[in-house]
T-cell receptor, first 111, second 114 residues
Framework: EDQVTQSPEALRLQEGESSSLNCSYTVSGLRGLFWYRQDPGKGPEFLFTLYSAGEEKEKERLKATLTKKESFLHITAPKPEDSATYLCAVRSGGSNYKLTFGKGTLLTVNP | ETGVTQSPTHLIKTRGQQVTLRCSSQSGHNTVSWYQQALGQGPQFIFQYYREEENGRGNFPPRFSGLQFPNYSSELNVNALELDDSALYLC?????????????FGPGTRLLVL
């Protein structure tokens, strides 16, 4: 059974203070690792998909990296508008597109 | 803007009742998945439909059922509601026409069971 563990559960940063969120996973045949951002009461917003170890993707202040056992979401010089819950999910081999999610990391960036 | 819409946005029901939630996907997205997200948790996979047939199911009882229609809309039906069914219900759509698929989520329906 696929498993995803995210840490920390919550992270409070000052504006401009860079940090990283961790996503550890166990999966039989990784077909993709996904990062989403979720604001309170809203649906998850797609950020990145990573497919193989060593892959990196960037978008504004965010950079996602992938190894064979974990992924990191690096946040450089965050702003208050980056405050949200960040969700990590994996898709394993099979005919459907089931995503297994972690519980998320609640990020708060103070001005 | 994902192009995925859900209705209603909020719903209050009582235990034992039945509920139908609706989702409209992007044109061309022939795969739709439904997820349940309890407060403080990540979304949990309920089931998925591809070309109007169920194509995978998570650990949810048969009282959770669904339909997908040719016009890229779908429904989630829950019978005999229980208090623990209170959650945010999300639908996500994707196209199966690429090897680098991404699931795009709707805004969700918040269901409260009293």
């Amino acid at each position: 059974e696929d498993q995803v563990t995210q840490s920390p559960e919550a992270l409070r940063l000052q504006e401009g203070e860079s940090s990283s969120l961790n996503c550890s996973y166990t999966v039989s045949g990784l077909r993709g690792l996904f990062w989403y951002r979720q604001d309170p009461g809203k649906g998850p917003e797609f950020l990145f998909t990573l497919y193989s170890a060593g892959e990196e993707k960037e978008k504004e202040r965010l950079k996602a990296t992938l190894t064979k056992k974990e992924s990191f979401l690096h946040i450089t010089a965050p702003k208050p508008e980056d405050s949200a819950t960040y969700l990590c999910a994996v898709r394993s081999g099979g005919s459907n597109y089931k995503l297994t999610f972690g519980k998320g990391t609640l990020l708060t960036v103070n001005p | 803007e994902t192009g995925v819409t859900q209705s209603p946005t909020h719903l209050i029901k009582t235990r034992g009742q039945q509920v139908t939630l609706r989702c409209s996907s992007q044109s061309g997205h022939n795969t739709v998945s439904w997820y349940q997200q309890a407060l403080g948790q990540g979304p949990q996979f309920i089931f998925q439909y591809y070309r109007e047939e169920e194509n995978g199911r998570g650990n949810f009882p048969p009282r959770f059922s669904g339909l997908q229609f040719p016009n890229y809309s779908s429904e989630l039906n829950v019978n005999a509601l229980e208090l623990d069914d209170s959650a945010l219900y999300l639908c996500a759509s994707t196209t199966a026409d690429t090897s680098q698929e991404t699931q795009y989520f709707g805004p969700g329906t918040r269901l409260l069971v009293l």
